[in-house]
């Protein structure tokens, strides 16, 4: 099976003679191209994020992107004189995306050349592509959820946390409990894991073991008595965040095996990794079991490595770890925690099932 | 190289000073270096986890394994004890 292309999350457009006929310094009227306007809303439907590039006046630019009613769809747009190079790294870093994910479209060879120089992983398309994009793979996610369709939506209220939190005097759990975050874990049924798959695809910063499910694995697990697989979606005063974060656990009587957690970069500045294992220690330590994480370092997941760490976890041996699933690759460690139970999240409200009580329930078998 | 020199000149007095201008610039408030951050809270784990990035590009080390402990980021003061710690492991007596 060929491998599947890395799916583009954003896509930066240049203005002049791209998403315009003309150059707008020298013909104010120029008109979208034909099939742009098509494309742009396309591309967004399926959860491409969408930028500018372009060599313009940034007010005159962008006043006429609003007059041509498309100005909503482009995020941290960069209308400026700099190297476009430039730009895309701004954008990128914005979006806390790796450049392998972005791609730019212009219709100079030179603006597309420097791109490429000095940002090798960025696709670069010529503007005669600009309407057959959506026929690409890469622009083709093979799922597309309710949270893909609304991606846009939900980064732009990032904007304005960030914005909120750029203007905050105080503390930063002041700030954390302002946003009035609330965090539903629930097990995952069919219609979770379409999202669940988008997510460990797409967010493999946060893969914290590394290793991926795919989505025909994770529905078998759904039915497997010794898993469980459980979602998270966040929301705060903002509106949602969608699915942020997917966790397998192996449960046997002593020892829960947390062979993946990954949450979306999206939410890692509300700490929603270390709420989440906050809450999964006090419901091992209620169960009474150990708890084992398989952590796979990478170069982009040491935040995970940190919450686990922070969480209690160590490379200290146990004999629970004997009774374990092998592992499939040598370069999985194994962090080991004896719980305690914990205090809730101070910084958000959590609604979860109770996992220690189901389970004692269905190892014990119903009275 | 230059930076290498000026960074093991650290001592704990340059450390602690450094560190408490980090944390007034990054959560506006002043903190005395027995504080602790934690359980004031004062800072979250997120950005616990930050101070660890800083810390390494700060001071030139690398905080892993065993040391990456809560308790170790408490405090200013145990911060300073850390980086001292790990400067002194990395760079051993009679290295000029
Ligand atoms: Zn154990």
New interface residues.
């Given amino acids: 099976m060929a491998d599947k292309p890395t799916i583009v999350k954003c896509l930066v457009w240049d203005l002049d003679n791209t998403v315009w006929n003309g150059t707008l310094s020298e013909d104010p009227s120029v008109e979208l191209l034909p099939g742009i306007r098509e494309a742009v809303i396309e591309l967004d439907a399926r959860g491409v994020l969408q930028s500018v590039a372009s060599k313009n006046d940034f007010d005159l630019a962008w006043g006429h992107l609003e007059k041509l009613g498309l100005a909503e769809y482009f995020v941290h747009p960069q209308i400026s004189w700099g190297p476009k190079s430039d730009a895309v790294t701004t954008i990128a870093e914005r979006l806390n995306f790796a450049l392998s994910t972005i791609a730019f479209i212009d219709d100079l060879p030179t603006e597309r050349a420097e791109v490429n120089y000095h940002l090798p992983e960025v696709r670069c398309y010529a503007f005669d592509q600009a309407t057959s994009l959506t026929g690409l793979p890469e622009f083709s996610p093979e799922v597309v959820t309710v949270d893909a369709r609304r991606r846009r939506e939900m980064y732009q209220a990032g904007f304005r946390r960030d914005a909120e939190k750029d203007n905050f005097k105080g503390a930063d759990e002041d700030f954390l409990r302002s946003l009035d975050l609330v965090m539903a874990i629930k097990r995952a049924d069919e219609d979770d894991l379409s999202r669940v798959e988008e997510l460990t695809l797409r967010t493999s910063q946060m893969n914290a073991t590394g290793v991926h499910y795919s989505d025909a694995t994770l529905r078998e697990l759904l039915a497997d008595p010794g898993h469980e697989v459980l979602t998270v979606t966040l929301t705060d005063k903002f509106g949602p965040h969608g699915a942020v974060g997917v966790l397998l656990l192996g449960c046997h009587r002593d020892v829960w095996n947390l062979k993946l957690l990954a949450t979306s970069c999206r939410v890692v500045t509300f700490g929603a990794g270390s709420v989440l294992l906050n809450w999964l220690i006090d419901q091992a330590a209620q169960a009474g079991a150990h708890l084992v994480a398989d952590f796979k370092p990478t170069d982009r997941n040491r935040m995970m490595d940190i919450a686990y760490r922070f969480a209690g976890f160590t490379g200290d041996p146990c004999d629970c770890v004997g009774g374990l699933d092998p592992l499939a690759d040598d370069r999985v460690q194994r962090l080991h925690l004896v719980p305690e139970r914990r205090d809730g999240a101070t910084t958000m409200q959590v609604s979860s099932p109770e996992l220690a009580a189901d389970l004692a329930l269905r190892v014990n078998g119903v009275a | 190289m230059t930076a290498e020199s000026t960074t093991s000149a650290a001592t704990a007095e340059t450390i602690r000073h450094e560190l408490l201008g980090f944390l007034a610039e990054r959560?506006?408030?002043t903190v005395e270096p027995e504080q602790d951050l934690f359980s004031?809270?004062?800072?979250?784990?997120?950005?616990?986890?930050q101070l660890?990035?800083h810390l390494e590009e700060a001071y030139d080390i690398a905080i892993v394994?065993?040391d990456?402990?809560?308790d170790s980021f408490r405090t200013v003061e145990s911060m300073t004890a850390l980086v001292l710690r790990l400067k002194d492991a990395d760079d051993p007596a009679g290295d000029a």
């Fill in positions: 959560i506006k408030t004031s809270g004062l800072v979250s784990s997120m950005f616990a986890m660890v990035v394994g065993p990456l402990k809560l």
